[in-house]
């Protein structure tokens, strides 16, 4: 239940969305995939939605340790560098990948921020599931 809900939710309308801003509508889309959990909550919870909200303002509370220290470093720079010049590769970190355009693979492409560092992936989780669902959402 709670894989269907955040693919209707969550998952196909932002692919929908940044794949036409993206690769139709002349749009500079950067998406990333948060994989870092919050220390404050039971690792049962995994990663859930906005849980990044805590890394991106800076909270004290989840630098419990070298690599969530990084990350917070990572995702605050990075989001205030896009608000200033709209790339978020103008964070100033040391050893962090290019963060690349959302249309450089032809399937999309995310920026995957983990605990295990920083990479890049095709967006292509779950594709069968997200294109049926993108294709009812185009009925409305």
């Known amino acids: 239940m709670a894989a269907i809900y955040g693919d209707v939710s969550y998952i196909a309308p932002c692919r929908f969305f940044c794949s036409v801003y993206s690769f139709t509508g002349n749009q500079i889309v950067y998406r990333y995939r948060f994989n870092v959990s919050d220390p404050r909550f039971p690792p049962k919870m995994g ?26 470093d990572f995702m605050s720079r990075a989001w205030a560098a896009f608000i200033v010049d709209q790339d978020p590769n103008n964070h100033g970190v040391q050893n962090i990948p290019s963060w690349e355009p959302y249309s450089k693979s032809a399937l999309g492409q995310n920026f995957v921020i983990g605990e295990d560092g920083f990479s890049k992936e095709d967006d292509n989780f779950r594709s069968t599931a997200i294109n049926v669902i993108i294709a009812e959402i185009l009925k409305l």
């Open 47 to 72: 990663v859930t939605h906005a849980r990044e909200t805590s890394f991106v303002w800076n909270n004290p509370a989840v630098r419990t340790d070298d690599m969530r220290s990084r990350v917070t």
